[in-house]
């Protein structure tokens, strides 16, 4: 009987030291570094897209610039789409991590 009664707390304090081993926090590094790249690439997708839509605004200002000096339509027209097509090129190694 005595020795039941010496047991009975050592078993209950063992439980509930148990209990708040599993539940306390986990370190986990492969989530964050996952997190990590993950903003990474969103960083980049967002890199290029402010670079494509400054090319385009480049470009709108070019190709108004061009007619006012009295170009041709088709100077102007290629004007443009060389501007566009270079902020392309500066948005692709933006995302491909080249710059």
Not at 8 to 19: C, E, H, Q, T, Y
Not at 23 to 33: D, K, N
Not at 78 to 94: C, F, P, V
């Amino acid at each position: 009987m005595r020795a039941k009664t010496l047991i009975r707390p050592f078993v209950s304090i063992l439980a509930l030291l148990g209990i708040v081993v599993m539940c306390a926090p986990v370190a986990v590094f492969a989530e964050t570094q996952g997190m990590e790249r993950r903003d990474d690439r969103r960083d980049d997708r967002q890199g290029a897209r402010d670079t494509r839509q400054e090319g385009r605004d480049e470009a709108r200002d070019a190709k108004d610039e061009c007619k006012d000096s009295g170009d041709s339509r088709s100077e102007c027209r290629q004007e443009n789409r060389d501007t566009k097509q270079g902020a392309r090129e500066d948005a692709r190694d933006i995302k491909r991590g080249d710059r």
